[in-house]
């Protein structure tokens, strides 16, 4: 999905669109192939789970907003494993030694590397316009949602997608002052290749899943495009302030707390 936001953003050539990803070159080379020479666009590499690589990425983003400052941080990145998404937390009581390794890489991914991306962009947030940090979340840290709806699956993803609202919602009580908007959006149930390729255990799960969301939303017709699922988030990326409530918030990408 963040690629298709970086195609839609930098379709404007006033937008200077800059991207952090672990393998630059790859990147490049679809950025070249799928929408070719778009000067506005600029690929770093940085990695959510080691520091330096952040550090680096913000002095080269430095050198090429000089003293403009940045608009928007988007933290989309993060670590989802597939370890637990498509079952219940009680069937991982004899996966010990992966149990731990999963949540320590979801916490130096999700928490701690989010916290240090947001430490280290600040700076260049305070000197931009519009002052946003938008961080992707996920439904799935809805307690409301998981005790109505009885959704099992994925409980360790969602707990610390609901650890990094609670972080998020702390930098805003911070910045807000100073005009920043953080705010926590769920891009909503998107097609982005999960689903495929999946066991038949795990099609069990995913099953139980959607039946969960049928009963939550009727109407509900499956997984969003990915272009269409990026137009409406960005649209709401712009629409968002502080003035309208939306600081330190944990929202739909309707803006509200319908997640699907």
Do not use: C
Not at 48 to 56: I, P, Q
Not at 171 to 185: E, P
């Amino acid at each position: 999905m963040q690629f298709e936001f970086v195609r839609q953003l930098s379709e404007d050539p006033n937008n200077l669109v800059i991207g952090l990803v672990r393998d630059k070159s790859a990147t490049e080379k679809k950025i070249a192939a799928e929408f070719g020479g778009r000067t506005n666009v600029h690929i770093l590499t940085g990695d959510l789970a080691n520091y330096e690589t952040l550090k680096k990425a913000v002095a080269e983003t430095t050198k090429i907003v000089s003293d403009h400052g940045i608009d928007y941080l988007v933290a989309s990145g993060g670590y989802l494993p597939l370890f637990d998404a498509f079952g219940p937390i009680g069937g991982l009581a004899d996966k010990v030694v992966e149990l731990e390794k999963v949540l320590t890489d979801l916490n130096q991914t999700n928490i701690i590397g989010n916290i240090h991306l947001y430490n280290l962009f600040l700076p260049l947030i305070l000197k931009g316009n519009t002052k946003k940090v938008i961080t992707l979340t996920s439904g799935h840290a809805d307690l409301e949602l998981i005790n109505i709806y009885d959704v099992e699956v994925a409980a360790l993803y969602s707990a610390f997608k609901a650890a990094l609202n609670v972080i998020v919602a702390k930098y805003s009580a911070q910045y807000k002052k100073d005009g920043v908007l953080f705010v926590s959006i769920s891009p909503g149930v998107v097609d982005v290749g999960t689903f495929d390729n999946l066991t038949p255990e795990q099609l069990q799960g995913l099953s139980g899943f959607f039946g969960a969301i049928a009963k939550y939303t009727p109407d509900f017709n499956g997984p969003a495009k990915v272009d269409d699922a990026a137009r409406v988030n960005i649209a709401l990326w712009k629409r968002v302030s502080i003035e309208d409530g939306y600081g330190g918030a944990f929202v739909s990408h309707f803006g509200n707390k319908q997640w699907v």
